[in-house]
């Protein structure tokens, strides 16, 4: 529950609108040598592409969740969860019958499955004695009320609840007692034939023994920090401590319904506090709101409340955003959401906005103009100079800025968007502030704002406190989250993360962190170009190198480096965004000096790898890097052909003797799996027969 989050939830569609599905569908494609593979499917057709046509803006989601949810579907399996359900369904009936029998309130007549409807004279004095028990029941009005009931209910449960409903009056029966006269009431047009669930997956790891390695051997297959640095530029892949992740276990963070009164959530409320607080601190804004689950959800959020703010004062037609060419793709994906019209402004050879191109798209719009959409440090890694300015022009011209905050753990203690001159920013709390990725979330996006945009916030039309949700009257813009607060659940980490700190670690930690990616742009100057400086010569937290010119000198691209680290044990950077052709590497003020210099080793290494094909000594279809990733089965075949040994393939530096991590596929073939959209597992033997037969 985690006061109302975080959790996943899944769409589904018809084969007919698959390709406009957001890019987060895992498909099967094939690798190097034939084998299945999987991988992302349509990944490169989202947002960075597609810009303001993408289907969603949706980039951090709630993969952590999925493998939850599917690993309960694994553990119970088809026969497991049926008769979960049915036991679930036998308790409500039990309640249901009890409840007719005692007479005192009255079941309605409706087919239920786990949740029983109920008139009785007074709802909230029910509830109340039920909550004595530690029970909760769910208000509907004054005379309504329903109870739920789910794996966890036990009999005992039940028992409680009829006390409380005889209120004070003997009970002459037992949940149990009642159990073999129940039946099963769900209609039979509703009940189910078909087989579900029929993937040999479903069906193989139902002990606790044979799930644990079954999980166990899914996570060996995936590198993380806990084997190297991931130089993720714009992701921020820093520490997430141990103290911080402690109390996302705790059940008195994860046991809170969203619903449940303040008086009962008094903790979570007092973290909210401070944590909006500290934010505001932080950013130098007035007022946050918790609620976006993560960066393109605040970005969505934060751009209805510039509009609410623009039709509180009339300006309805003001809808024009302006947003640079250098922008994260969910920038304008999100503005396109919001109906915004989006105009494109370019960057000068330095990596910085065109000032003149912002002022005249500025100016020739100052009738419509809505926002500017900026990141600082910019998206290529500086400091832009003109960021004052660029606020300025758009305040002249009737427009709000809103500042893209992925990039905060290059500003915190130092510089904030409030003073800067921003109106509105989300953080990335699973960026700057310690929430881990999850592969691809949950995370958290909230928003700042200063004080004249503070009344257009998001609201929340559950009132959490008498449980009952009703709609809130005043605030223009509606909820633009589930949950009144998010994913609550997680907010300790970004908490403990900022209360362990203090002001001092923090800004600390800003200046490690641009420290570390200066040290890293100077190591590696001397063999591949730093695309963009600020006017010292100084990048910010993160970092661009131009691998543009090896594609004519050695005929290698970004992907065939990214490649060739997973070979020397590391992730790959951020590639060819949000410059093509290019790497950008973020290495966090949480790595140590040993770790990034083995990190530059690796690409100083590969720099060497590339020269052997520009000098003629290795062929430019047939190299290392061209062959690269080298997973085992591929090193250890009877035969091997290429031109270059499987010892130099597998260990190219010294660290790799002592721990090596193995890639588990060759490369995978991305445009195979793109144009035959395969999203079911096959079981190993129609692997091999799919394989074959494409
Ligand atoms: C990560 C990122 C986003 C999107 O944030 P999500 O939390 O993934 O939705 C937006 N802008 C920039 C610059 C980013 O790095």
Not at 27 to 44: E, F, H, N, W
Not at 571 to 596: C, D, F, N, Q, Y
Not at 664 to 669: E, F, I, P, Q
Request: proline share 7%; charged share 20%.
């Amino acid at each position: 529950m985690g006061y109302g989050g975080p959790h996943a939830a899944f769409l589904a569609t018809s084969q007919e609108y698959k390709r406009m599905m957001p890019g987060r569908i895992i498909g099967i494609s094939v690798d190097s040598s034939g084998k299945q593979a999987l991988r992302m499917a349509m990944q490169t057709r989202e947002q960075h592409i597609r810009r303001d046509k993408a289907t969603s803006n949706i980039c951090t989601a709630q993969a952590l969740l999925a493998n939850m949810a599917a690993m309960y579907a694994v553990y119970h399996g088809p026969a497991g969860l049926k008769s979960i359900a049915q036991r679930v369904h036998g308790l409500a009936g039990i309640f249901s019958l009890g409840l007719n029998k005692l007479g005192v309130a009255e079941v309605q007549e409706l087919p239920f499955f786990d949740t029983v409807k109920i008139k009785c004279s007074d709802a909230h004095a029910i509830a109340d004695a039920a909550s004595k028990s530690e029970i909760n029941l769910r208000v509907v009005d004054s005379t309504t009320i329903t109870a739920s009931f789910d794996e966890t209910t036990t009999l005992d449960d039940v028992d409680k609840l009829f006390k409380v409903f005889a209120s004070g009056k003997p009970v002459p029966f037992t949940a149990e007692s009642l159990a073999p006269e129940v039946q099963n009431s769900i209609p039979s047009s509703l009940t189910r034939e078909s087989p579900y669930l029929t993937h040999p997956i479903f069906n193989m790891y139902h002990t606790e023994h044979e799930l644990l390695r079954y999980i166990h051997k899914l996570q060996s297959k995936d590198l993380s920090l806990c084997h190297s640095m991931i130089p993720l530029g714009s992701c921020t892949m820093k520490l997430n401590a141990t103290t911080e992740m402690m109390p996302v276990t705790w059940p008195s963070f994860t046991d809170i319904h969203p619903f449940a009164p303040v008086e009962q959530a008094q903790g979570y409320q007092e973290m909210f506090e401070n944590l909006g607080d500290l934010l505001c601190t932080i950013t130098g804004f007035d007022s946050f709101s918790l609620q976006p689950n993560a960066g393109a959800a605040g970005e969505y959020a934060g751009l209805m409340v510039i509009r609410a703010y623009h039709m509180s004062r009339g300006d309805h037609h003001r809808n024009v955003c302006i947003i640079p060419v250098s922008a994260h793709g969910t920038n304008p994906a999100s503005a396109a959401m919001c109906g915004m019209k989006i105009i494109t402004v370019g960057t000068d050879a330095k990596g910085n906005i065109n000032i003149e191109e912002v002022r005249k798209a500025a100016e020739a719009n100052k009738d419509n103009l809505a926002a500017l959409m900026v990141t600082y440090p910019s998206t290529h890694g500086v400091y832009e100079e003109g960021i004052d300015e660029i606020c300025n022009i758009i305040h002249e011209n009737g427009g709000q800025v809103y500042m893209d905050g992925a990039n905060m753990n290059a500003q915190v203690g130092l510089t904030s968007p409030g003073f800067i001159g921003a109106d509105v920013c989300h953080l990335n709390l699973h960026k700057t502030f310690c929430i881990p990725h999850g592969g691809g979330g949950p995370g958290m996006g909230p928003i700042g704002v200063k004080n004249h945009l503070a009344p257009f916030l998001p609201s929340h039309p559950v009132i959490p406190t008498g449980g009952i949700p009703q709609p809130e009257k005043t605030a223009p813009l509606g909820a633009i989250s589930a949950a009144p607060w998010g994913s609550a659940l997680i907010l300790p980490i970004s908490y403990t993360y900022i209360a362990m700190m203090g002001s001092g670690g923090l800004t600390d930690a800003s200046k490690i962190a641009i420290l570390n990616a200066n040290y890293m742009a100077k190591c590696l100057e001397k063999h591949y170009p730093v695309l963009f400086r600020g006017v010292n010569g100084t990048v910010a937290h993160e970092f661009i190198i131009d691998l543009r010119g090896f594609k004519n000198t050695a005929g290698i691209e970004p992907e065939d480096v990214a490649k060739r680290l997973m070979d020397y044990g590391f992730h790959g950077p951020t590639m060819s965004w949000p410059v093509p052709g290019t790497l950008m590497i973020e290495p966090t003020e949480s790595e140590s000096k040993a770790e990034l210099d083995r990190f530059c080793d690796a690409l100083i290494s590969i720099r060497e790898e590339i020269a052997q094909i520009e000098k003629g000594n290795a062929d430019v279809q047939n190299n290392v890097l061209k062959g690269a990733p080298h997973p085992p089965s591929l090193l250890m075949a009877d035969t091997w052909k290429k031109p270059y040994s499987r010892e130099y393939a597998a260990f190219p530096a010294p660290w790799l003797r002592s721990s090596k991590f193995w890639p588990t596929t060759g490369r995978v073939d991305n445009v195979y799996g793109d144009r035959k959209l395969v999203c079911t597992l096959l079981p190993e033997e129609e692997q091999v027969a799919a394989a074959v037969s494409a």
